[in-house]
């Protein structure tokens, strides 16, 4: 599934210092590189649910 993706791998590190402080925060999902918030941004958006009910 990964082989489609053209972004750069995430960090190890960073996606665990991440995970670990939005378990501190208390948060309940981690968005740990910009890749992951665009697709998070494009499925909160309108446009994605407008499509489905066309």
Known sequence: ???????PPSNPTDVVRLTLDALEAGEEEVLADEASRMV?????????????SA
């Open 1 to 7: 599934m990964a082989q489609q993706v053209a972004a």
């Open 40 to 52: 998070k941004q494009g499925l909160s958006s309108g446009g994605y649910l407008g499509a489905r």
